[in-house]
């Protein structure tokens, strides 16, 4: 029995495809077969940056392991296979993993299925081409520089921006401790792909112009905050905001993730036309915030995240603020949790607290990748199981039901069509038996492709 069923028998009502993902994220993949017909080409490695999410190797190593991985300020990345029960990817950046044991292993005529050892654990198809780095087609800026220097489709209709990628807290010696964002810069530049730490912001409109002027634009998001100095970015991205937002006849729903800001900062970025907001505070626990989130210790403190969070509901409103955990962060340091018992009832606290005030958490899968301070095989010993993440999603879920959350989040903070976390996922199953059908109250249908998903796999999937 794969560890996937065996997980199913125990979490019945966790949906399948929650319990596969998780195992993907928490062991990586080692291969995935075919790269030449499944992989992207792409300008990113994650994130819309180069930062990567692998357990074990760098881009250097990526590229060394298999000829023709790279051309001029391009890469060819792992694509994204999404599940046979929903249209929803395995994750934007997947996670390559030299020593997991699971492979996605082609099986003819564009068919594919993940692997654990020689058990076949299921069936995954291609996502299909939606809109990202579709390089065939690249528009180009007045100036000459391709559209997808500066934004990032994730879908045809969700869009990605990264104004500034770099962050200061490496050069600070304050990063977090699992962060490998600077680092990885470096280690793409190693293989030649380098570009400029910042974007031009009106060319980075001018961009999105092209795109939108073909398309309807659903929603976008972008990162905020890699300036220690909080609030010194709030006027560039108040400008891009409202840019945005009147670019196109219907505005799209806009996320950011940040730091906090003064709750002035905040209702400036709500009339520039920011709906919703989401602070990665990674670390739940007092007693280890500081040695793992240093930077955002000294710059923010953990109780300016808690203060902050309630701020911005009042703000922003109930179900359009987040706060992003790392799931397992701590039980790293020595004098971290011993257990992921204890791990996990630590996140449960988190979780509840902010779930109480109206704030939609998300645990992110602990990875240490090559260029964290965290990242040795010690620790990667001491990353949490399945179980772990599965039980936290659990919990969500409850929390979030009981105090009728579940009902007012904002659907497109985590869009559904290309983003959507595992405790969305948890969320619309339960409330509406399908990710297709609970997208419904926010994605027009004509947008809808998981609908289409829904009526259409198992059939009609074609390989690209
Ligand atoms: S703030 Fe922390 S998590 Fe964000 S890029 Fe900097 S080091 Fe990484």
Redesign the pocket.
């Known amino acids: 029995m794969t560890r996937v069923d065996e997980l199913q028998k125990k979490y019945p009502t966790v949906p399948r495809y929650v319990i596969l993902k998780t195992d993907f994220n928490v062991h990586g993949i080692r291969d995935w077969g075919n790269l030449e017909e499944t992989g992207i080409w792409s300008r990113y490695a994650g994130l819309g940056t180069y930062a990567t999410y692998d357990l074990d190797i760098t881009l250097k190593e990526w590229v060394e392991m298999g000829p023709g991985r790279v051309k001029p300020g391009m890469i060819l990345r792992p694509g994204r296979f999404v599940f046979p029960e929903t249209g929803t990817d395995i994750m934007p950046a997947p996670s390559v993993n030299t020593k997991s044991d699971l492979t996605i292993r082609a099986e003819g005529s564009g068919k594919y299925a993940v692997y654990q050892g020689d058990e076949r654990v299921d069936e995954v198809y291609q996502m299909p081409a939606m809109g990202s780095n579709i390089v065939a087609k690249e528009q180009l800026t007045k100036s000459g520089k391709p559209t997808s220097n500066f934004v990032h489709w994730s879908t045809k209709c969700c869009f990605q921006i990264i104004p500034v990628r770099f962050?200061e807290?490496?050069t600070l010696g304050m990063?977090?401790k699992?962060?490998n964002?600077?680092p990885s810069q470096d280690d793409a530049a190693s293989i030649g792909l380098q570009r400029s730490t910042t974007i031009n912001l009106d060319e980075a409109v001018e961009a999105y112009k092209m795109r939108a002027a073909e398309v309807t634009v659903l929603e976008g998001h972008s990162d905020m905050?890699?300036i220690a100095k909080s609030g010194a970015d709030v006027k560039i991205y108040a400008k891009f905001l409202e840019k945005i937002a009147s670019a196109t006849r219907k505005k799209p729903n806009l996320f950011i993730l940040g730091?906090p800001t003064s709750r002035k900062d905040m209702q400036r970025l709500k009339d520039a036309g920011l709906d919703c907001i989401a602070y990665?505070m990674?670390m739940w626990d007092a007693d280890l915030f500081e040695e793992t989130?240093p930077?955002?210790a000294h710059f923010v403190g953990r109780d300016r995240y808690l203060e902050a969070c309630e701020e911005a509901v009042q703000v922003f409103g109930v179900g359009n603020v987040g706060v992003g955990f790392v799931g397992g962060l701590n039980m790293i340091p020595e004098n971290g949790r011993k257990t992921w018992q204890e791990s996990r009832d630590s996140m449960v606290e988190g979780i509840n607290w902010m779930i109480k005030r109206g704030v939609w958490p998300t645990t992110l899968y602990l990875r240490l990748p090559p260029g964290a301070a965290y990242a040795t095989e010690e620790n990667r010993k001491k990353m949490p199981p399945n179980e772990y993440y599965l039980e936290l999603f659990l919990a969500h879920l409850k929390a979030a039901k009981e105090t009728g959350l579940v009902n007012k989040w904002n659907r497109l903070m985590w869009c559904p069509l290309d983003c959507l976390t595992n405790e969305g996922a948890m969320a619309a199953y339960d409330q509406n038996g399908s990710v297709g059908k609970w997208a419904a109250a926010a994605v027009p249908r004509e947008l809808n492709w998981l609908l289409d998903w829904e009526e259409q796999h198992r059939v009609t999937i074609q390989p690209k």
Request: hydrophobic share 45%; aromatic share 24%; charged share 10%.
């Open positions: 962050c807290f490496f990063a977090c699992f962060c964002f600077n905050g890699a730091v990665q990674e989130v930077g955002k």
